[in-house]
């Protein structure tokens, strides 16, 4: 038997249900078809990932991907030149 996946988007419906407290947690389980536990395992991660959405984490993160892209694409852009060139050296053509 295959583990089922949900999305982020449901996951995150799923623990700002169980945030807000005003059914239990079985009540939600019940209505969405998730183990109790799961959902206990969920609004956990969320409220903890909460203080990073006001701590400015995110964008550090996505400011860190943008250097990351960048240097891949140099390093791309320089393999690209030595590969032509030693192409032409050893007279393979395209």
């Known amino acids: 038997m295959q ?5 982020a988007g449901f996951k995150a419906k799923v623990a700002l249900e169980a945030i807000k407290e005003q059914r239990t947690v079985n009540e939600i389980a019940s209505e969405y078809g998730v183990h109790p ?3 206990s395992i969920w609004k956990k991660e969320a409220q903890e ?3 990073g ?10 400011e860190q991907d943008e250097v990351l ?3 891949l694409y140099s ?3 320089q ?3 030595e590969v032509d060139w030693l192409k032409k050296k050893t007279g ?3």
């Open 92 to 94: 393979f053509a395209d």
């Open 37 to 39: 536990t799961q959902i």
């Open 53 to 62: 959405v006001f701590s400015g984490a995110i964008v550090r993160k996505s």
């Open 49 to 51: 990932g909460l203080s």
């Open 3 to 7: 583990r089922k996946k949900y999305s």
């Open 79 to 81: 393999l690209k030149v």
């Open 75 to 77: 390093q791309i852009g």
């Open 69 to 71: 892209k960048e240097r």
